[in-house]
């Protein structure tokens, strides 16, 4: 797949010449303009959501452009849920047990991502910390629930994460995970009944026009399915405009690796999109020192 393809059946939310927003629906090759926005249709039964695509029949004018799919939701993450991220995480670590603990255990790490108004669009750029050192893009299946908790599609998704911020302190998590332009998700989601997993999953960097790390990973290969994860997210928090959980990552660059302001990142997700930012730096460096942190 490449950035422009679209699967069918997939939505995507879009601006228009006008300034307005919309959501449409690939059907027949073409983008056809629906009525409700993502949140009205995760407030239904997906049944009724599905019929409601289905029927959408007025097609989508040039000129749109294409906007993080999401509306009201908000953007959770797991972690741990590969054996990569449990090794890697662990290697990093001042507290290394705590992932090899949590990798194993019944309840999953779920952490708070990004609210919908902070989530990067395909083509926008994601942000790497001036105050960290050592950073990553992780490419992740994303799964959208609707309000009873029902799978109701998936997403490509990019969690940006600061691995020496978090690898100083378990608890500087929020700092390494929560900060401008860390979430990107595009560009379309692809309904459940539309497509099957597992989902091959490939990333690319380019730097300066050149490939600098390509890596593969599945889903097939995640500890925990999408059940799991929805219903320990779902055990004491209502969504009532639905949400987003990324999955966690199988493909980490090794300790020599950093993203840097200019590179392009690259999240294929085979069935679901090709979702791909640009870096830039964000933020200040409250240390007094060179605006990066030694590894």
């Known amino acids: ?15 228009l010449p006008d300034g307005s927003t919309r959501w449409t629906v690939r059907r027949d090759g073409a983008d056809h303009l629906l009525e409700d926005g993502l949140a009205d ?7 009724e959501a599905r019929a409601r695509l289905e029927a959408a029949d007025h097609p989508l004018e040039p000129g749109s452009r294409v906007l993080a799919p999401v509306d009201r939701q908000e953007v959770w993450a797991s972690g741990v849920t590969y054996a990569r991220s449990r090794d890697e995480r662990m290697a990093e670590s001042t507290e290394a047990s705590v992932y090899d603990r949590v990798y194993a255990a019944e309840r999953p790490e779920l952490f708070f991502k990004a609210p919908a108004w902070r989530v990067v669009a395909p083509g926008d750029a994601i942000g790497v910390r001036a105050d960290s050192g050592w950073d ?13 908790g029902e799978l109701f599609g998936y997403v490509a998704g990019n969690d940006v994460s600061s691995r020496s911020i978090e690898g100083e302190n378990p608890l500087y998590l929020p700092q390494a995970k929560v900060y401008e332009a860390a979430c990107a998700l595009g560009p379309a989601i692809v309904p459940a009944w539309a497509v099957d997993g597992p989902f091959p999953i490939r990333l690319e960097i380019e730097r300066d026009g050149a490939a600098v790390f390509r890596g593969d990973t599945t889903t097939a290969d995640l500890t925990r399915s999408a059940e799991d994860l929805g219903a320990w997210l779902f055990a004491a928090m209502p969504f009532p405009d639905g949400v987003v959980l990324l999955t966690g990552t199988g493909i980490v660059p090794d300790e020599s690796f950093s993203l840097t302001a200019g590179d392009v990142v690259r999240v294929a997700i085979e069935g679901v999109g090709v979702l791909e930012n640009p870096v830039r730096a964000v933020g200040r460096d409250l240390r007094g020192g060179t605006g990066r942190m030694e590894r």
Do not use: H, K, N, Q
Not at 1 to 15: F, L
């Open 136 to 148: 990553v893009p992780e490419p992740e299946l994303a799964l959208v629930f609707d309000a009873a």
């Open 41 to 47: 249709l995760l407030a239904l039964p997906r049944a």
């Open 1 to 15: 797949m490449s950035p422009t393809d679209v699967p069918e059946g997939a939505i995507r939310r879009v601006g």
